[in-house]
Structures are given as structure tokens and as C-alpha cells.
């Protein structure tokens, strides 16, 4: 683009040059016209928004274009600029390109400044439901629940992951940081086919208890690891070299559900124990299930249990939902994780209570919120959280964005806060929220943290 510019502006001093007894008068690029119109309603938060000149322009460095006030990425497209603005429904924007933003091929600037404005289309009334899909839900299952309620929009219950499966590291490093803890602690039962051990017990449930008697929230989830084959001994979660069918897991006679059946039999006794404690768990089984089959030709299932697709993965969450109902299991609460696009695996109303969206890798806090109000618009019965998150906006600005999530959590790093006891638990880096975005967190007014919590017993 500089290049351009250059040969544009060599061009003109030769020209000044050449003894024409009439100097050529350049003229500036004239706006045209843009998508949305200004004054436009109703507009799609999808939309592209484009600016048509009367000529080719070039962006100049530091060209200072905003939607709203805020720096935007923009991208030259000939007569054309194309500006990269995330969107959310009923909101009005402003977009503004200055003068001497732009520059045309005979090196003349933008003359007058651009403003145009537009409001996207209204969005969908968010009407939550008030009671858990569990029948006769446990008083303290019920409690967490309106709590959730209660906060929902205004405040963002903060949350850490366990290193692995059994423990609260992160939280302890996350406190080591900035003197507060989380208020929920999230726990993996990803270890089942191992328990009991010497190294993994999910009976000796202190770790559960200690915190739920501090006032904390209890959350847990469940990497499922299966045989890869019939009778083998090797056990994965995985898609990739696994052949265990969800398809078949919920089919009498075959091996898989031999293995579902026993499985689930040993989860409930587990989560008995936490019912027995009357210790309520936000309960997250069989996540991300579609993967990034809807992202792109070629995406695929993660994990075993979306490998057959929507369908199979829906009866499959369903015999869950009602073996633990038949076992008398009332302490949880069900959260289903969307990859966005992927409705077809959605349980159903009946069965999920909270929906969830893990984000990795997203530091455009505006972008991040288009993706909450889309769940929100999709799913506008149900509470919306920020299940996992890794290397994302700061929660500051995902909240001022819009992001109002009923809770979030930073996955966990296992070198950092596998052993609070190594030199290196003390560092302040981490691989997917250091301790700064945890201090930008806690410093938010509208962040929850433990010491907060009121006794939901």
C-alpha cells in the first residue's frame, strides 16, 4: 500500500515538473455510499459493513476509523473499505472515518470526514426458566440454583478448574495472586476407570467438602474415558483411534452399553456421596460435543461421545439424565456446552438447566460478547456461562462488551499448579489466565469471588 502511495505521489511532482503551462487540479475521493445506510434499522449483526468511494482508495497509516469510538481492523477492497466490527442486536453504531483517513491514487487525502450510524435488529426477551429439570431437586441444588438467578446479568460468579481431577491448585495459586479464591471450584471425574487408587479416590470426598463449607460453589464435569475397543485395556475420551460407537451405547446387547451401564452405576455412586454430604454439584457431562464439525468442510467430533452425531449424542445425554433421575440422584445441575451452530445436539429444554460456551484463544472482548448474545438469542430460557476460557479478553472487558456470563473458568495449567509445593507455582504466568487477568478480574465490582458467597446450605 505504501508502495502505491509513493509511485502516486513520484507521479505528481513529475508531472509539476514537466513545464505544463496548466496545472491538473486532483480531486479527493468522494464518499459514494455504505452498507448499512445511515439511519438504517433492523439491521443483521452478520452484516458487512462496506463504504463505496468515487474512486480506488488506500488506508494511510494510523488511519483512525472507529465504530463507536473504538479502533476497528479494516481491509482495502478497490473502490471499497471493509471494516471488521463484532455485533450485537439492538444496539446502535456509529462508524466515522476522518478525513485524511484515505487516499487516492493520485495522492490526494480524504477531504471530509465520514459518519454514518445504524441499529441492529432487537433482540430476542431473555424469560428464564425458575426451577431445575431435576425432579424434587435437593434444597441446596435448589438454593445454588435462584443464587445463579438472583445474580444473573448483574454479577459473574468467578471459577477455577482442577489440575487434572481431584484438588483445588488452581484456585490456591489463583488466591496465592491476588488474596481472594474463586467462588466455585471445579472438579473432573475423568479418572473414573482408575478409581479407587492409591493416587486417585473420588470416595474421600474432603476435598469437595472442605470447600463447600467455606461458602464455595461445587461444579464438576467428566471426561469419559472408554475402551477402544471391545475388552481392551486402553482407555481414551478421544475420537481419534477409539471405535467405541455412542450410537450403540444405549442399545441392549451391545458391548457399549455394557460399558455406559456399569460406568454409570459407578458415577451415581460417586455423586451419591456428594448428595449424602447435601453438597449440590453444577454438573457438566459430555461437553463440546459437535467439536468443530460446523466450523469448517472437514471439522469433526472431539470426543467419542459426539463422534456419531447429534442424534446418537442426544439419547445418550437423555439415558444419563434419566438413570441418575432413576437412582434418586437431585443435587445436580445440568449444563450443556454449545460450540455455537450446533442446535441439532441439543438435549432439550427438559434437560438442560444452564448453557454453557468454552472460548480459547479470543482476545476481542466485542467478538467474545457477539458470541454470548447469540447463545443468550438461541437459548434465551436458560442461563448462559463462560464454561472454559483460555487466553481470552480480560472479564472487565468482556463484561462492558456485553458478556454477562453466569459464571467463568479459566482452564487449568498443568506444569504451573500440578504441585503447589515446586518453585514454580509461585510464578505469575500461566498458560491460559495469568495472574493479571485474575487481578483485572477480582477488581471488577460485578466478580464474585468466595468470601462473597452467602451460606447456600
Known amino acids: ?25 486532483k480531486e479527493p475521493p468522494v464518499f459514494k455510499s455504505s452498507v448499512p445506510a445511515n439511519n438504517d434499522e433492523n439491521v443483521s449483526p452478520s452484516t458487512q459493513i462496506e463504504v463505496t468511494f468515487s474512486e480506488v482508495v488506500y488506508l494511510v497509516e494510523n488511519h483512525g476509523i472507529t465504530v463507536n469510538g473504538n479502533a476497528v481492523d479494516v481491509e482495502e477492497a478497490y473502490t471499497k473499505i471493509r471494516i471488521i466490527a463484532a455485533m450485537v442486536k439492538g444496539e446502535t453504531y456509529v462508524v466515522n472515518i476522518p478525513k485524511g483517513s484515505l ?38 441444588a435448589v438454593n445454588v440454583f435462584q443464587f445463579l438467578l438472583e445474580n444473573y446479568g448483574s454479577k ?83 475420537t481419534e483411534n477409539n471405535s467405541f460407537s455412542a450410537a450403540n451405547a444405549v442399545v441392549a446387547g451391545r458391548w457399549e452399553k455394557d460399558v455406559i451401564d456399569a460406568d454409570l452405576e459407578k458415577m451415581a455412586g460417586y455423586l451419591k456421596l456428594l448428595q449424602a454430604k447435601n453438597i449440590p454439584v453444577i454438573w457438566r457431562p459430555l461437553h463440546e460435543a459437535a467439536g468443530n464439525i460446523y466450523e469448517y468442510n472437514g471439522g469433526t467430533a472431539w470426543f467419542w461421545w459426539g463422534a456419531d452425531g447429534a442424534d446418537a449424542y442426544k439419547a445418550l445425554w437423555v439415558y444419563m439424565f434419566d438413570y441418575f433421575e432413576a437412582q434418586g440422584l437431585n443435587n445436580l445441575i445440568w449444563v450443556w456446552t454449545t460450540q455455537t451452530k450446533d442446535n441439532a445436539f441439543y438435549p432439550g429444554d427438559a434437560y438442560v438447566d444452564i448453557v454453557g460456551r468454552d472460548i480459547y484463544n479470543q482476545p476481542d472482548a466485542a467478538a467474545i460478547a457477539a458470541a454470548y448474545t447469540g447463545i443468550q438469542e438461541t437459548y434465551n430460557t436458560k442461563m448462559v456461562t463462560l464454561s472454559e476460557c483460555g487466553s481470552v479478553a480480560t472479564i472487565s472487558s468482556q463484561w462492558s462488551a456485553g458478556a454477562k456470563w453466569s459464571y467463568f473458568m479459566p482452564w487449568y495449567d498443568y506444569n504451573r499448579t500440578n504441585d503447589v509445593n515446586e518453585s514454580d507455582f509461585s510464578s505469575t504466568d500461566h498458560e491460559h489466565a495469568n495472574a493479571d487477568w485474575w487481578i483485572d478480574a477480582f477488581n471488577n465490582s460485578d466478580v464474585i469471588t468466595r468470601d462473597e458467597m452467602p451460606d447456600l446450605k
Request: glycine share 4%.
Open 1 to 25: 500500500m505504501k508502495t502505491k502511495i509513493v509511485v502516486a505521489l513520484a507521479l505528481i511532482f513529475l508531472l509539476g515538473c514537466s513545464g505544463s503551462e496548466e496545472e491538473v487540479v
Open 103 to 140: 487516499i487516492n491514487m493520485d495522492g490526494v487525502l480524504l477531504a471530509e470526514s465520514v459518519q454514518f450510524s445504524f441499529t441492529t435488529e432487537a433482540s430476542i426477551p431473555v424469560n428464564l426458566n425458575q426451577t431445575l429439570v431435576t425432579a424434587n431437586p435437593s434444597p441446596e
Open 156 to 238: 459473574a460468579v468467578s471459577a477455577a478448574m482442577a489440575n487434572v481431577s481431584w484438588n483445588v491448585n488452581e484456585a490456591e495459586w489463583v488466591y496465592q495472586h491476588t488474596g481472594k479464591y474463586p467462588a466455585m471450584a471445579t472438579f473432573d471425574y475423568v479418572h473414573l476407570q482408575s478409581s479407587p487408587a492409591n493416587w486417585i479416590d473420588y470416595s474421600n470426598t474432603a476435598v469437595v467438602e472442605d470447600w463447600w463449607n467455606e461458602n464455595g460453589l461445587v461444579a464438576a464435569g467428566w471426561h469419559w474415558n472408554v475402551p477402544v475397543s471391545e475388552g481392551s485395556e486402553t482407555f481414551s475420551f478421544y
